[in-house]
């Protein structure tokens, strides 16, 4: 399928990890000139010559960072995927410091806020623009372990659809995209820590998680990051023209409730 994504401009942030890149990958396949975002500097010099694409390396955890990004990067972008994200301190909710609380605000949530501002107008003036930010199956289901980081990304939700109700008419849409234990860094690194506590292989470790934590997870194995990609590169099609404010779960099943 043709997505009519030939020629255009997009800002991938959070492009080092596995969904930002495998998003990134799509895009340039598709035809459109992206420019890669993350902090890493060394990781993002050699995703960027390995795709052919330009970067800014940028820390988005402080409102600096994010000036910094738009000060690199400009603001002439038709797309933005916003995959920047961690998962946080985790434990007891009522245990979580006002220092955990932040860290995950200031990266899953505040850096979208920020970024928006810059980049969202251009594209409102335009007349066409496409943003699709990188939520969370804990949207849907939070898991009490992870408060920061289901707070944090519900309120990622809760500012997309506010967006989304405001500026669609514009030409402005929306989306959401929500992944559950997609094979990425970030699930590599929980799978090593539980499989050092259990004193297994990391392959074992998987599978205990998904029985024991993930029993809606029909499909019995962790999500690829292209699996993810493909449906972020949709919602950034021209195919997607009537799609805005909404949160596609890539989740294998993983919420166990009706998506309405």
């Known amino acids: 399928m043709d997505f009519g994504l030939s020629g255009k401009t997009a800002l991938v942030t959070g492009a080092t990890g596995g969904i930002g890149r495998a998003t990134a990958q799509f895009l340039i396949e598709e035809g459109v000139k992206v420019t890669l ?16 694409a330009e970067h800014c390396a940028a820390d988005l955890s402080s409102a600096a960072g994010c000036r910094d990004l738009v000060a690199q990067a400009g603001t002439g972008f038709d797309i933005w995927v916003h995959a920047t994200g961690v998962t946080g301190a985790k434990g007891d909710p009522l245990q979580m410091s ?20 810059d980049l969202c107008p251009p594209m409102i003036a335009r007349g066409w623009g496409r943003v699709v930010f990188v939520t969370s199956e804990n949207v849907a289901q939070p898991y009490p372990d992870e408060t920061v980081y289901n707070s ?43 499989a050092a506590e259990l004193d297994c292989s990391r392959d074992e470790a998987v ?16 999500g690829r990051p292209e699996e993810v990609a493909a449906v972020i590169a949709m919602l950034c099609s021209t195919q997607a023209s009537f799609v805005t404010g909404s949160n596609w779960r890539v989740d294998g099943g993983s919420v166990g409730s009706i998506n309405v």
Not at 37 to 52: F, V
Not at 104 to 113: E, G, R
Not at 207 to 222: G, H, T
């Open 98 to 117: 006002d220092a955990d609380w932040q860290d995950a605000l200031d990266i899953d949530f505040l850096s979208a806020v920020r970024l928006a501002r």
């Open 152 to 194: 944090a990304k519900s309120a990622l939700l809760s500012f997309s659809k506010s967006v989304a109700m405001q500026h669609s008419k514009s030409g402005l849409l929306v989306n959401c995209v929500a992944p559950a234990f997609i094979e990425t860094p970030m699930t590599d690194g929980m799978m090593e820590k539980r």
């Open 37 to 52: 975002s993350d902090m890493d500097k060394d990781k993002l010099a050699a995703l960027t010559d390995q795709m052919g």
């Open 207 to 222: 599978e205990s998680f998904l029985k024991e934590d993930r029993p809606y997870l029909v499909l019995e194995r962790r």
